[in-house]
């Protein structure tokens, strides 16, 4: 979105906190006042170590969690006065996930595991359209070959490179993914990470991933840092 001369943010964040309440009733502050802003196109990193509150702020900003304070704004939108039917439609059309655990259902094909955000999204598509976008989101990932196998049958880099198919058959946005490389070999890592990038650039989906490998960030043009809830802003 284009506001005059000046291109507004896809993502921007002002002084949001959250926090959780444990279970001997005291408060415990997972995001503190994190200001952020992410342009379209772009790729990001948050870096952190386990309970730094990572995954608090992506769950925020993947329209997860509306359980905070601050302002937030999605292409200019505040998301605080959306409905929840209108953040859902959101999330559902305009985010991708994948996650460490690839998050494959296993009783499904590859090919119907890559279909279900298309029936999220309730994107009206005819059955011979879908399943062309389907094969070329597999074929950018170089699984074309696996559409009808299943996910026991894959390598953990063939399911995380579904994952990332599955991620972005809907052409999302925003792709944020949180810990990518995290349960992989170094060597298939940096293939996962590779295809990773190549899907982004030719898409122009804005990238955030969360890592605690400082190795892994610099692979994005912009690192945040985050520790015990404040998110701290550093040049690549």
């Not at 608090?56 to 302002?71: A, D, E």
């Not at 595991?113 to 059955?127: D, I, R």
């Not at 070999?185 to 899907?199: A, F, M, P």
Request: proline share 3%; net charge neutral; glycine share 8%.
């Amino acid at each position: 979105m284009i506001m005059g001369n000046n291109p507004v943010p896809l993502v921007e964040l002002q002084d949001v906190s959250a926090r959780v309440k444990l279970g001997n009733g005291e408060w415990l502050t997972t995001v503190n006042s994190a200001s952020m802003l992410l342009n379209q196109g772009e790729t990001y990193a948050v870096v952190g170590r386990s309970g730094s509150g990572k995954t608090s702020l992506i769950s925020i900003i993947g329209f997860l969690n509306k359980n905070f304070t601050g302002k937030y704004y999605y292409s200019g939108k505040s998301i605080q006065k959306c409905s929840d039917t209108t953040v859902s439609h959101m999330r559902a059309r305009n985010i991708g996930f994948v996650f460490q655990n690839y998050s494959l259902i296993k009783h499904l094909s590859i090919r119907e595991n890559v279909e279900l955000p298309l029936l999220y999204a309730g994107l009206q598509q005819s059955k011979q359209t879908r399943r062309k976008t389907i094969e070329e989101a597999l074929c950018a990932v170089g699984l074309q070959d696996k559409l009808n196998e299943y996910p026991g049958s894959l390598s953990g880099g063939e399911q995380q490179r579904v994952a990332i198919a599955r991620a972005l058959v809907t052409n999302p946005e925003l792709l944020i993914c949180d810990e990518p490389t995290g349960a992989l070999d170094s060597s298939t890592g940096e293939k996962v990470l590779q295809v990773l990038h190549d899907r982004v650039q030719e898409s122009g989906t804005t990238l955030l991933l969360v890592t605690h490998d400082m190795k892994v960030a610099r692979s994005c043009s912009h690192i945040f840092t985050m520790e015990g809830g404040v998110l701290y802003d550093h040049a690549a």
